[in-house]
């Protein structure tokens, strides 16, 4: 059994942000019309590969757009909590990026140390269950930065792309090397 798995990982797409208020993107927020037209053509994107598994956070946003990529491959969506975003302004996502400060903390308290462990651990345990194989991961923009710069190295070299909505992108393990093949974004 090879160690290589890859992993395409993707931002969940547009949800409606308002709803709940406050301000706070809420994790029960419905994914848009819109959302919806870009999570069926994000799932269109993997007619005709063999994904072995689909994971996605708990978030409504993240599990609806994983129901319709696992609609098309025939999988049933596994919730990881590890993948949830983290409540974070630009300026500590920047520290946390560009900076290298794993130390300065979300709105919610967490340290973008925090955040990247957790992500990571998520990450690790699914590519652990498929070696070898093709899996999908759905996630946020800020903690599938967070993570993926910490597993791929990637660091300031993805500020000022911001993962756009329902976007597949690979990301590969070998052994215990992590590499994003490509980062989406402007």
């Given at each position: 059994?090879?160690?290589h798995?890859?992993?395409?990982?993707?931002?969940?797409?547009?949800?409606?942000?308002?709803f709940?208020?406050?301000g706070?993107?809420?994790?029960?927020?419905?994914?848009t019309p819109?959302?919806?037209?870009q999570a069926a053509s994000a799932?269109?994107?993997f007619?005709?590969?063999?994904?072995?598994?689909?994971?996605?956070?708990?978030?409504?946003?993240?599990?609806?757009?994983?129901a319709a990529?696992?609609r098309?491959?025939?999988a049933d969506?596994v919730?990881m909590?590890?993948?949830?975003?983290a409540d974070?302004?630009?300026?500590?996502l920047?520290?946390?990026?560009?900076?290298?400060?794993?130390?300065?903390?979300?709105?919610d308290g967490?340290?973008g140390?925090?955040?990247?462990?957790?992500?990571?651990?998520a990450l690790t345990?699914?590519?652990?269950?498929?070696?070898?194989?093709?899996?999908?991961?759905?996630?946020?923009?800020?903690?599938?930065?967070v993570g993926?710069?910490?597993?791929?190295?990637l660091?300031?070299?993805?500020?000022?792309?911001?993962?756009?909505?329902?976007?597949?992108?690979?990301?590969?393990?070998?052994?215990?090397?992590?590499?994003?093949?490509?980062?989406?974004?402007?």
């Open positions: 059994m090879s160690d798995v890859r992993i395409f990982c993707l931002r969940h797409a547009e949800a409606d942000t308002t709940g208020g406050g706070r993107v809420n994790p029960a927020a419905p994914l819109r959302g919806r037209d799932a269109a994107t007619r005709g590969v063999a994904v072995d598994g689909v994971y996605d956070s708990t978030a409504v946003r993240s599990r609806d757009t994983a990529v696992a098309v491959v025939g969506p919730p909590p590890g993948l949830l975003e974070v302004d630009a300026a500590t920047r520290a946390w990026i560009v900076d290298r400060d794993l130390s300065a903390r979300a709105e967490e340290t140390a925090d955040v990247a462990a957790r992500v990571t651990a345990a699914i590519a652990d269950r498929h070696p070898g194989g093709t899996v999908a991961v759905v996630g946020h923009v800020a903690s599938l930065t993926l710069s910490e597993l791929c190295g660091g300031g070299t993805v500020w000022g792309r911001p993962l756009p909505h329902a976007v597949p992108f690979l990301v590969e393990r070998r052994g215990d090397t992590w590499t994003c093949t490509s980062w989406p974004g402007p």
